[in-house]
């Protein structure tokens, strides 16, 4: 390629295929131009080939720094897309050249940007809620379906009577619970007034000479009723405690994971119904796709079922394993406890204690110290 002389201050642009320049395609292309070389360097130092101006083409722009004597340095060559004249002006000035390429960029120099789409949280959130209120909408569907007698439910006889067995026990618990509360309390005050009696019979027997035996009689007896009482106590409020924890926590997390259950049970029959529904209807283009995903859908639901009845089953096994072993040993504390106070049995009495090892509070017994705890 010829190059001309620097004294020459124009570059040198072919005509179009008809023989007459195009004022708008000379001015856009020398402003492009400008904007696309080098600081420094001028279109008087710039030789300029073009193969024609139509989109499908491209011009080659040789650029070079000229010396004093006339000399160029070793040209470089940079390809300019006639058709995105600003992108070509952003590269001449230095900046990086992004031509988008479905969704990722790319440059002609200088480092590569990718530019991914970015994830909005306020449509993943809407795609949620929307996911929720639908299956809100379906399992309040079958609820009401079923209470009016025209949907169908999924029932396990053997689960179901085994569910309702624990929660009428459950019931009879919690009474057996408050009636062994409201002894506590009443056995509390009772001893609390023996107490009482008891001192102020000692102190009538040390002023009442006269009546000093009987006063001390009376005293000794009802002091021994307020010891015997409070070792009925402690063990009233040993049951009262194991029959509280088997009732309100054991009891309660395997009705618990009932509900679990119950709630899988109906998502497992909405998405079930829908499913027949589907299959009784008409099998077209539009209707096959509705088809497999709300079978996707009711194999999800029916697994998580699966699983939930599994776990009822499991924890119904060792809860009643555990209820008769707590009970047991509990209704054994009970009964020897009540026989042995009411028999006078004292004896009896603190070894039914010791043999469940049940520490009594001494009465008047000031706490620890934190230095002591430590």
Request: charged share 25%; aromatic share 6%.
């Amino acid at each position: 390629m010829a190059q001309e002389s620097p004294k020459n201050s124009a570059a040198e642009i072919p005509v179009t295929s008809n023989g007459q320049l195009e004022d708008s395609h000379e001015h856009s292309f020398n402003r492009d131009l400008k904007c696309s070389l080098p600081v420094g360097l001028g279109l008087s130092e710039t030789k300029i080939t073009s193969h024609g101006f139509d989109g499908a083409k491209e011009g080659v722009v040789e650029a070079g720094q000229f010396s004093n004597k006339g000399s160029s340095a070793s040209p470089k060559s940079s390809v300019i897309s006639p058709s995105s004249a600003a992108a070509s002006r952003l590269a001449g000035q230095g900046c990086d050249l992004i031509i988008p390429t479905g969704g990722r960029a790319q440059q002609k120099s200088g480092p590569v940007v990718l530019a991914d789409e970015v994830k909005n949280p306020a449509m993943e959130k809407l795609e949620l809620v929307r996911k929720w209120s639908l299956n809100t909408y379906k399992c309040t569907r079958q609820i009401i379906s079923e209470k009016l007698g025209r949907g169908s439910r999924t029932v396990d006889l053997e689960l179901e009577a085994q569910i309702d067995i624990l929660r009428d026990n459950k019931k009879k618990y919690e009474n057996i619970l408050r009636l062994a509360q409201t002894l506590s309390t009443q056995l509390f005050q009772m001893v609390h007034t023996q107490r009482q009696l008891g001192d102020a019979f000692a102190d009538l027997s040390l002023k009442s000479l006269e009546l000093h035996e009987e006063f001390g009689y009376n005293a000794e007896t009802q002091k021994l009723l307020a010891k015997n009482g409070e070792t009925l106590l402690g063990a009233i409020n040993f049951f009262i405690a194991s029959v509280n924890t088997l009732v309100n926590k054991t009891i309660e997390d395997t009705l618990l994971t009932v509900k679990q259950y119950e709630s899988a049970r109906i998502e497992y029959d909405a998405y079930r119904t829908d499913l027949e529904e589907l299959n009784l209807g008409p099998r077209d283009a539009n209707t096959l796709p509705k088809i497999e995903q709300s079978q996707q859908l009711f194999q999800v639901h029916k697994e998580k079922y699966d699983k939930m009845r599994n776990d009822v089953s499991i924890k119904l096994k060792f809860l009643e394993e555990n209820k008769v072993k707590v009970l047991h040993n509990q209704l054994v504390l009970f009964h020897n406890a009540i026989a042995a106070y009411f028999a006078g049995n004292q004896k009896q009495l603190e070894q039914t204690l010791k043999q469940f090892h049940i520490k009594l509070k001494t009465p008047g017994a000031d706490a620890p110290s934190w230095l002591e705890e430590q």
